[in-house]
């Protein structure tokens, strides 16, 4: 299933991808094969944690291309949240 979104990577000047600090909450409910509305309940304002805090996901309102602000969240938040691997 593809999610329409807007960019979430840049390119560099050796036309190499960087991955955006930045996810939609739909992108991160299909990383982690969850519901939206599972990552919206895991949600805190990243204005009061500068820090991760375990089992939840920072956000900011971002607003891009002088749109209205849109919520995202930290990618590395969203990795942290991944299972750790069986063995």
């Given at each position: 299933?593809?999610?329409?979104?807007?960019?979430?990577s840049?390119?560099?000047?050796?036309?190499?991808?960087?991955?955006?600090?930045?996810?939609?909450?739909?992108?991160?409910?299909?990383?982690?094969?969850?519901?939206?509305d599972?990552?919206?309940?895991?949600?805190?304002?990243?204005?009061?944690?500068?820090?991760?805090?375990?089992?939840?996901?920072?956000?900011?309102?971002?607003?891009?291309?002088?749109?209205?602000?849109?919520?995202?969240?930290?990618?590395?938040?969203?990795?942290?949240?991944?299972?750790?691997?069986?063995?």
């Amino acid at each position: 299933m593809h999610i329409a979104s807007e960019r979430t990577s840049m390119q560099t000047a050796n036309d190499q991808a960087i991955e955006s600090p930045w996810m939609t909450q739909q992108e991160a409910a299909q990383y982690l094969a969850v519901s939206v509305d599972t990552i919206a309940r895991r949600l805190v304002p990243l204005v009061n944690h500068a820090r991760p805090v375990k089992g939840k996901i920072r956000f900011q309102h971002l607003r891009l291309g002088g749109k209205a602000p849109r919520i995202r969240v930290v990618r590395s938040d969203v990795h942290a949240l991944l299972p750790p691997p069986s063995l």
